[in-house]
Each structure stands twice: as C-alpha cells, then as structure tokens.
C-alpha cells in the first residue's frame, strides 16, 4: 500500500509539473540506486536505474544507449553549457 501511495502522489505531482515546463525545459526522472530482482537485499545492487527525459520541444521518443549514472550529471552541465571535468559521457545530442 505504501509504495502504491507513493507512486499515486508522484504521478499526482508530475500531472501538475508538466504543464509548467517551456520548450527549453529539459526534465530528467531517475532513481538513485537499481534493484536486482535475484538479489536477497534491496539497497544498491547491481541493477541499471531507470531512467526518463522528457522536454516539450521534443518531437518524438528512443531508447538511450546503455550508459553510466555519471552521464547523468554529464549530460544536466552539457544542457546549461557548463564546461567540466567530471567523469561521464553526456547523452544530450541523442535526444529528441
């Protein structure tokens, strides 16, 4: 029940987001750690996180290539045009 809730009230919430978001808006949903299903625990195992990126000049939809949750960051500082050091490949360009 309690994660069902939790997923209503962010659905809830993101109803309320979406309209707000201008063109060059880029919005990016993901997880802080994956869950392995054969794992016996639940915290930080193995699994890819899920991840969604969605904008409204978007004009259609894809699957990213596999990557790293430091493309993450990689790709927010590629979107403001923030020069950096930091490990990861930005995805930006392989958005539609």
Do not use: C, W
């Amino acid at each position: 029940e309690g994660y069902k809730r939790a997923i209503e009230d962010f659905d809830y919430q993101l109803s309320g987001l979406l309209p707000l978001l201008k063109d060059d808006d880029l919005l990016i949903i993901t997880a802080d750690h994956g869950n392995d299903p054969t794992y016996e625990g639940t915290d930080h195992t193995r699994e890819y996180v899920p991840l969604l990126a969605y904008s409204p000049s978007f004009t259609g939809n894809g699957v990213l290539p596999v990557g790293h949750y430091a493309d993450i960051s990689a790709t927010i500082a590629d979107n403001f045009g923030v020069d950096t050091a930091m490990i990861g490949e930005s995805f930006l360009d392989k958005l539609i």
